[in-house]
């Protein structure tokens, strides 16, 4: 069946671009929607943090910004304001982060760091929190924090937005943020 259409298609220029195509797949294949490295803190100049602190995750996307999303919406993760906004993706109850970072505890001991998301509300609304374990020595963080959209949350999620921000139990240093965003 699709050697006779490929046959019968044969000759004619089909009315998708490669760029159009290669969207399609991305989309089906839950290729991030967005992709952002930033250079805020680098190895040379980490954020130091002290124990038991929150911090604020900062992605400028300096690095790499990398997004696709349809002709309407022009962009997901604002990288002044380090707020994700959902408002004009219309059926996309769940959005799926991956934050990643490098953290080198100043002390020798092994310990939690907890990403924190928040609802951008006017008393922000923490969502539930992410802990991820690291040992006594440089460990790439990655964590992996699913946020429901839907007006059932009582929370205006996807107009508001979301921020993250981020504690350890020791403290250390903080380098190379990044975060993906994904639609389900």
Known sequence: MLQEWGYKMSGYLLPFTGEEVEKVIDGRFH?????????????????AMSADTEYSFICNCAVREFEVLPDHITSIWNKTTNIATFQDFLNTPVIVFTIRFKFGPTVAAAGIVTINPYVNETVPIKFKPVSVPYKASLTDVSALVTIYTGIETGFDVKNKGVFFK???????NMYDPQIEIYRT
Do not use: H, K, M, Q
């Open 31 to 47: 290729s991030p929607i967005a992709d952002c490295v930033g250079n805020d803190y680098t190895v040379g100049s980490p954020l």
């Open 166 to 172: 981020f504690e350890s139990t020791g403290a250390g």
